[in-house]
């Protein structure tokens, strides 16, 4: 016994204590930084993103569809591309994840989560959620299990993952929904009791992402129920889906 406390002392509290101001190293890819008035049209930015999520004229990136692999802003010779290291990157609907000129990390934060006043009153602060990997990489599962160790530490705000849909207020869905998950998902979404949230997490959950074209996929979940909050990354950083179901709950 001695020896753990010992142990406790000597390592502090590791948990992140202001989840929502953490801060986040300087290399994380986050909230795209444009201008177009440097974009020359050459098209470079194009050619090298594998999943599409670049348009021009006006300029913009999809983060509904952004790998944040950086290649765009590699190939980009005018640094017209870059990005920020803002994380809070959660939205309601998938057109806020829509980045174009001129978005900054606080104004992009006060439009992208709508706080819906029934979510808040019968979740009130504590959510239930039913992870659902529909054929993803584990990429962002793992990231989705890491917001429960200690550094993160999900739980104090009164989100936890549970092993059932029974016990769940809502499902969180990863991967791109392959044809051999479509039932199991369908069916998870139903023994969800009523009401319940919906929220999809990563690249490949709302676009599908580099599978985007497979035909593999079967999206059709997508077309028949509606979600409550999309959640870009690739994978997702516990920081940023976490302060997404905050703003989903809370505000």
Do not use: W
Request: with cysteine; glycine share 10%; charged share 25%.
């Amino acid at each position: 016994m001695f020896d753990t406390l010992k142990s406790r002392i000597y390592q502090g509290e590791q948990f992140i204590k202001d989840i929502k101001n953490a801060p986040m190293r300087e290399q994380f890819r986050g909230l795209p930084k444009l201008c177009g008035s440097n974009c020359n049209n050459c098209t470079a930015c194009l050619s090298v993103c594998p999943t599409g999520a670049l348009k021009l004229n006006p300029l913009s990136i999809d983060m509904g569809k952004c790998t944040f692999c950086g290649a765009c802003k590699n190939v980009c010779k005018t640094k017209a591309i870059d990005f920020s290291n803002f994380y809070k990157l959660g939205a309601s609907t998938k057109e806020k994840l829509v980045v174009t000129e001129g978005t900054e990390g606080d104004e992009f934060l006060k439009t992208a989560i709508e706080v819906r006043k029934e979510i808040k009153r019968v979740f009130g602060k504590s959510l239930k959620l039913r992870q659902v990997s529909a054929g993803g990489c584990n990429g962002c599962e793992m990231e989705l299990n890491a917001c429960s160790n200690v550094n993160f530490d999900m739980g104090r705000f009164g989100i936890d993952f549970v092993a059932s849909p029974r016990h769940a207020d809502g499902l969180v869905i990863t991967g791109p929904i392959s044809k051999n998950m479509a039932y199991a998902l369908e069916d998870c979404y139903k023994s969800t009791p009523d009401p319940k949230v919906v929220i999809l997490c990563g690249a490949c959950a709302i676009s599908g992402g580099v599978f985007k074209d497979s035909c593999e996929l079967n999206r059709e979940f997508l077309d028949k129920y509606p979600i409550d909050l999309y959640i870009p990354g690739c994978p997702v950083h516990p920081l940023t889906f976490i302060n997404a179901v905050l703003g989903l709950i809370s505000g």
